[in-house]
């Protein structure tokens, strides 16, 4: 499967844990995105790479929250002494670059992280 | 800002037609999505439209966009009960580097 996907899918977690997920996008998309969907909302946006560069991150991203795309391949989202705030699906996304294509961002399972 | 809203839910029967709207704000968006997600699952590109045209028909699947009035929707044409799901308009932020979603609408297939 050449797909987006994302490790683990589930994680369970005590308050005030780190945790990190990690997220292997489409070979050939050089673009990356995290997002983050509580339940009954839409994903709402925390972060992008263009290669290994983090080019924008959401307000949501609070200084607990760590993303990184070494050689511009996996991402890894790192949360810092979690809360039960965080609990989320974290879903990662990838696409190919811009210009004249169009903007299709295809999304991994994601990863359902519970903190108690 | 950027705001995109749906209605949350529509019920419909197997074989009947739905449509799902959305308005949206931002008039610069190029590209304007919609997503499927089902149970415990991560969200499916279904199509998308350009902002310049007025619609887009993709087998069972055809797109319309008002762009006076920021308002798109999808029309699923017989619908069947694999199509029970959430589904989610999306338009790209002003940027251009990340999708700004509604909060989706649920459709229930009953046979």
């Known amino acids: 499967d050449t797909g987006v996907s994302q490790d683990p899918r589930h994680k369970i977690t005590k308050r005030g844990q780190n945790v990190t997920f990690r997220c292997d996008p489409i070979s050939e998309h050089n673009r990356l995105y995290w997002y983050r969907q509580t339940l009954g909302q839409g994903p709402e946006f925390l972060t992008y790479f263009q290669n290994e560069a983090q080019l924008e991150k959401s307000r949501l991203l609070s200084d607990r929250f760590s993303a990184e795309r070494p050689k511009g391949s996996f991402s890894t989202l790192e949360i810092q002494r979690t809360e039960q705030g965080d609990s989320a699906m974290y879903l990662c996304?990838?696409?190919?670059?811009?210009?004249?294509?169009?903007?299709?961002?295809?999304f991994g399972p994601g990863t359902r992280l519970t903190v108690t | 800002g950027e705001d995109v809203e749906q209605s949350l839910f529509l019920s419909v029967r197997e074989g009947d037609s739905s449509v799902i709207n959305c308005t949206y704000t931002d008039s610069s968006s190029t590209y304007l999505y919609w997503y499927k997600q089902e149970p415990g699952a991560g969200l499916q590109l279904l199509t998308y439209?350009?902002?310049?045209?007025d619609m887009k028909q993709d087998q069972r699947l055809t797109v319309l966009l008002n762009k006076k009035d920021k308002h798109l929707s999808l029309r699923i044409a017989d619908t069947q009960t694999g199509d029970s799901a959430i589904y989610f308009c999306?338009?790209?932020?002003?940027?251009?580097?990340?999708?700004?979603f509604g909060k989706g609408t649920t459709l229930s297939v009953s046979s």
């Open positions: 999306a338009e790209s932020n002003q940027a251009g580097t990340a999708l700004i």
């Open positions: 439209i350009f902002s310049n045209m």
């Open positions: 996304a990838s696409s190919l670059g811009g210009g004249a294509d169009p903007y299709e961002q295809y």
